[in-house]
T-cell receptor, first 114, second 116 residues
Framework: GIQVEQSPPDLILQEGANSTLRCNFS?????LQWFHQNPWGQLINLFY???GTKQNGRLSATTVATERYSLLYISSSQTTDSGVYFC????????????????FGGGTRLMVKP | GAVVSQHPSWVICKSGTSVKIECRSL??????MFWYRQFPKQSLMLMAT?????????EQGVEKDKFLINHASLTLSTLTVTSAHPEDSSFYIC????????????FGPGTRLTVT
């Protein structure tokens, strides 16, 4: 199956710093999503971005599908940004369009210090 | 955005008993839902795909007789952990999509299961 690798696995930032998280995947995909898992375990949808660039406030993401990677940028980090960031991808699967089964990367554990 | 709920949010049960977890899509219909398991400090692993009106499809290594999945309607899927053992203790998360091709998935808040 498809492999998804995220880097770095752990990241410690001082509040106000910027960061870039990377997601590499081993095959072509039809779906790529970035999530933030909060301390209670809830996965928050950040971006649905199989290709191109999107921005939402201090966060932005870029996926270069032809080179099989995606980047998540966090600017002016805040303590509330702490948590685990997951990248997940999906490939088209079967005739019943159940192609959204996601394969998750290992995650980047971010800690933002005040 | 689309909302997915799960119930209960946490449960403690004794070894040998069964536990049922519900996953509901609140404001959309989901012909397909997915069940994931997450152990502490690890990533999410897909357990099974739940299809409305048909049998679930299980990932390799997941015991279908232990993890019973029923997708009774377009808004409800249930996961029953039968004869639970301490090693089944984990965080179980469901997801659903709106059914549009290659659209994003929305996740429930998860259920933390502890088997004593």
């Amino acid at each position: 199956g498809i492999q998804v690798e995220q880097s770095p696995p752990d990241l410690i930032l001082q509040e106000g710093a910027n960061s870039t998280l990377r997601c590499n995947f081993s095959d072509s995909v039809n779906n790529l999503q970035w999530f933030h898992q909060n301390p209670w375990g809830q996965l928050i949808n950040l971006f649905y971005i199989p290709s191109g660039t999107k921005q939402n406030g201090r966060l932005s993401a870029t996926t270069v599908a032809t080179e099989r990677y995606s980047l998540l940028y966090i600017s002016s980090s805040q303590t509330t940004d702490s948590g685990v960031y997951f990248c997940a991808v999906a490939q088209t699967w079967g005739k019943n369009n159940a192609g959204n089964m996601l394969t998750f990367g290992g995650g980047t554990r971010l800690m933002v210090k005040p | 955005g689309a909302v997915v709920s799960q119930h209960p949010s946490w449960v403690i049960c004794k070894s040998g008993t069964s536990v049922k977890i519900e996953c509901r899509s609140l404001d959309f219909q989901a012909t397909t839902m997915f069940w994931y398991r997450q152990f502490p400090k690890q990533s999410l692993m897909l357990m099974a795909t739940s299809n409305e009106g048909s049998k679930a499809t299980y990932e390799q290594g997941v015991e279908k007789d232990k993890f019973l999945i029923n997708h009774a309607s377009l808004t409800l899927s249930t996961l029953t952990v039968t004869s639970a053992h301490p090693e089944d203790s984990s965080f179980y998360i469901c997801s659903a999509g709106t059914g549009e091709r290659d659209h994003e998935q929305y996740f429930g808040p998860g259920t933390r299961l502890t088997v004593t």
